[in-house]
Nanobody, 127 residues
Framework: QVQLVESGGGLVQAGGSLRLSCAASGLTFIRSVMGWFRQALGKEREFVAAISWIGGSTTYAESVQGRFTISRDNGKNSVYLQMNSLKPEDTAAYYC????????????????????WGQGTQVTVSS
């Protein structure tokens, strides 16, 4: 019913850029908080970024602050993650997530607050 599909991952050199996309269906997208998480080998899934219903508020993990930008296009039911100045430690599977149960100002950084998840897209940053 609800489907989130990520794309845009790949192999990139350190210092390079990638733009991830997440296409959502089956949601009242405009009223869903959207987030990006990542999971590296041997590590727990961790928060990366989130964006509020109208896109006016965002929050980022300290590790990506100033390098990554989350945005959304409600007309396209899509969320994006622009990743610049990539580092080898950014290597991970990146997951799009949706929280349809928040409020207009919700910006959850907690995995369990998100109800729907994509299958992930791999980002590999080489030294």
């Amino acid at each position: 019913q609800v489907q989130l599909v990520e794309s845009g991952g790949g192999l990139v050199q350190a210092g390079g850029s990638l733009r991830l996309s997440c296409a959502a269906s089956g949601l009242t997208f405009i009223r869903s908080v959207m987030g990006w998480f990542r999971q590296a080998l041997g590590k727990e899934r961790e928060f990366v970024a989130a964006i509020s219903w109208i896109g006016g508020s965002t929050t980022y993990a300290e590790s990506v602050q100033g390098r990554f930008t989350i945005s959304r296009d409600n007309g396209k039911n899509s969320v994006y993650l622009q990743m610049n100045s990539l580092k080898p430690e950014d290597t991970a599977a990146y997951y799009c997530a949706a929280d349809p149960d928040g409020s207009i100002w919700s910006l959850s950084r907690t995995i369990n607050d998100y109800d729907y998840w994509g299958q992930g897209t791999q980002v590999t940053v080489s030294s």
